[in-house]
């Protein structure tokens, strides 16, 4: 995911950095999708400019150091206007005036507090998050900047709350085209924070399935190639070499790639620092037949008891990122993770097909993918797996 970072609109004054989550992403109807009006910026909610603020608080709006701190830049109105208000029940908003806020309006919630995931919290969080988003569609607003609602005095744990941020607000913004939402971080405590609504958001939009009924599903199909024989001999802008954590090499296609590229692969190899499992990295390919080298680490397989198949997905997702980014047309895969890691053949190659498909729904067919085999039985699978998505179709 490229990632531009750059001061936040309207808070120059602050030491604010903005997050932009790939803008190129398009819909059939060519409207942004919804992950990519989202923002993360850490920094003051109160000196954001923007439609819409949202204000954690509690039922009667004036708890909370957030509150606080709203009412204390908003000035007296905002204080006068909202003992005007109904009184808010957890999971709902109320609006008000934004007065001497750079926002022009507020949109308060009161959050769950934490007790043990078993009292409904989850669910209490989401609807804070959907309760503001539809006011602020009500009142036709297009940009609103949201904090990690629940997560201070509230005791929300952090990261299970950003899950629930960015399941909730990218639902409820997919279908509201031209509503943008900022993810607000505040807490100068967790300085990881930014890095885990990134890493959610990344997530969940490569979680995101192509729907059977899409009609580019079937030209997406028509258009994946499978071959036989040694990845090393076959001529593309970029070769995925199925990596141990270390990128230094090994066996199998590994070992293959490290040979046919030579020592000089190895060199910039050890300067990457490894590699974790799901993710890629990418190097040139010197004496190979290709421009570059996509690193990706796959998951052993331990039963589907550990993840597997999402790691394993993302390892065809961050490759092809790295190769879009890169300007690549072509690239070629392995059969990641079924050699020595023994994850089950069938399973890994509707995985990998179904990644791939994916992959094109949300950036276009504009690669030329194709899967490299050892055998003729591997293609066969590869066929049928294939075959089996176009009579979904």
């Given at each position: 995911?490229?990632?531009?970072?750059?001061?936040?609109?309207?808070?120059?004054?602050?030491?604010?950095?903005?997050?932009?989550?790939?803008?190129?992403?398009?819909?059939?109807?060519?409207?942004?999708?919804?992950?990519?009006?989202?923002?993360?910026?850490?920094?003051?909610?109160?000196?954001?400019?923007?439609?819409?603020?949202?204000?954690?608080?509690?039922?009667?709006?004036?708890?909370?150091?957030?509150?606080?701190?709203?009412?204390?830049?908003?000035?007296?109105?905002?204080?006068?206007?909202?003992?005007?208000?109904?009184?808010?029940?957890?999971?709902?908003?109320?609006?008000?005036?934004?007065?001497?806020?750079?926002?022009?309006?507020?949109?308060?919630?009161?959050?769950?507090?934490?007790?043990?995931?078993?009292?409904?919290?989850?669910?209490?969080?989401?609807?804070?998050?959907?309760?503001?988003?539809?006011?602020?569609?009500?009142?036709?607003?297009?940009?609103?900047?949201?904090?990690?609602?629940?997560?201070?005095?509230?005791?929300?744990?952090?990261?299970?709350?950003?899950?629930?941020?960015?399941?909730?607000?990218?639902?409820?913004?997919?279908?509201?085209?031209?509503?943008?939402?900022?993810?607000?971080?505040?807490?100068?405590?967790?300085?990881?924070?930014?890095?885990?609504?990134?890493?959610?958001?990344?997530?969940?939009?490569?979680?995101?399935?192509?729907?059977?009924?899409?009609?580019?599903?079937?030209?997406?199909?028509?258009?994946?190639?499978?071959?036989?024989?040694?990845?090393?001999?076959?001529?593309?802008?970029?070769?995925?070499?199925?990596?141990?954590?270390?990128?230094?090499?090994?066996?199998?296609?590994?070992?293959?790639?490290?040979?046919?590229?030579?020592?000089?692969?190895?060199?910039?190899?050890?300067?990457?620092?490894?590699?974790?499992?799901?993710?890629?990295?990418?190097?040139?390919?010197?004496?190979?037949?290709?421009?570059y080298v996509i690193h990706t680490v796959g998951p052993v397989w331990g039963g589907g008891k550990h993840?597997?198949?999402?790691?394993?997905?993302?390892?065809?997702?961050?490759?092809?990122?790295?190769?879009?980014?890169?300007?690549?047309?072509?690239?070629?895969?392995?059969?990641?993770?079924?050699?020595?890691?023994?994850?089950?053949?069938?399973?890994?190659?509707?995985?990998?097909?179904?990644?791939?498909?994916?992959?094109?729904?949300?950036?276009?067919?504009?690669?030329?993918?194709?899967?490299?085999?050892?055998?003729?039985?591997?293609?066969?699978?590869?066929?049928?797996?294939?075959?089996?998505?176009?009579?979904?179709?």
């Amino acid at each position: 995911m490229h990632i531009a970072t750059h001061p936040a609109k309207g808070c120059a004054a602050l030491e604010h950095f903005v997050l932009n989550i790939s803008f190129t992403c398009r819909t059939r109807a060519n409207m942004p999708s919804s992950f990519a009006r989202l923002k993360v910026v850490k920094g003051d909610i109160t000196k954001i400019k923007v439609d819409a603020i949202v204000i954690s608080t509690n039922s009667t709006f004036d708890r909370g150091s957030l509150a606080q701190s709203a009412h204390q830049s908003a000035g007296l109105q905002l204080k006068l206007e909202t003992q005007k208000l109904i009184r808010c029940d957890v999971g709902d908003a109320r609006l008000a005036s934004g007065f001497s806020l750079p926002a022009k309006n507020v949109i308060f919630t009161v959050g769950p507090t934490w007790q043990d995931g078993q009292h409904g919290e989850d669910d209490s969080l989401a609807k804070c998050y959907t309760s503001c988003l539809k006011l602020a569609v009500e009142n036709n607003y297009n940009t609103v900047a949201m904090p990690a609602i629940s997560c201070g005095a509230n005791g929300f744990p952090f990261r299970r709350s950003i899950t629930i941020a960015v399941r909730a607000v990218s639902s409820f913004i997919s279908e509201h085209h031209k509503l943008h939402v900022t993810f607000v971080c505040m807490d100068e405590r967790f300085q990881n924070v930014p890095d885990w609504y990134l890493s959610e958001i990344k997530k969940q939009r490569r979680s995101r399935r192509i729907s059977p009924d899409d009609p580019r599903r079937q030209e997406f199909l028509e258009n994946l190639l499978v071959v036989k024989g040694n990845i090393t001999k076959i001529v593309a802008d970029a070769v995925v070499n199925a990596a141990k954590s270390s990128l230094l090499g090994g066996g199998g296609v590994d070992g293959a790639v490290h040979r046919a590229a030579g020592p000089e692969l190895l060199q910039e190899c050890r300067k990457l620092n490894g590699c974790p499992v799901g993710d890629a990295r990418i190097t040139n390919a010197y004496k190979l037949q290709a421009r570059y080298v996509i690193h990706t680490v796959g998951p052993v397989w331990g039963g589907g008891k550990h993840e597997e198949d999402f790691l394993l997905r993302e390892c065809y997702m961050s490759s092809l990122e790295l190769a879009k980014n890169h300007d690549c047309r072509t690239i070629v895969f392995p059969a990641i993770s079924c050699g020595v890691y023994s994850f089950p053949f069938a399973r890994a190659t509707g995985i990998a097909i179904d990644a791939v498909l994916d992959f094109k729904a949300e950036h276009g067919d504009h690669m030329q993918v194709s899967f490299c085999c050892f055998s003729e039985r591997d293609k066969n699978i590869y066929l049928s797996e294939m075959q089996k998505r176009k009579g979904q179709d």
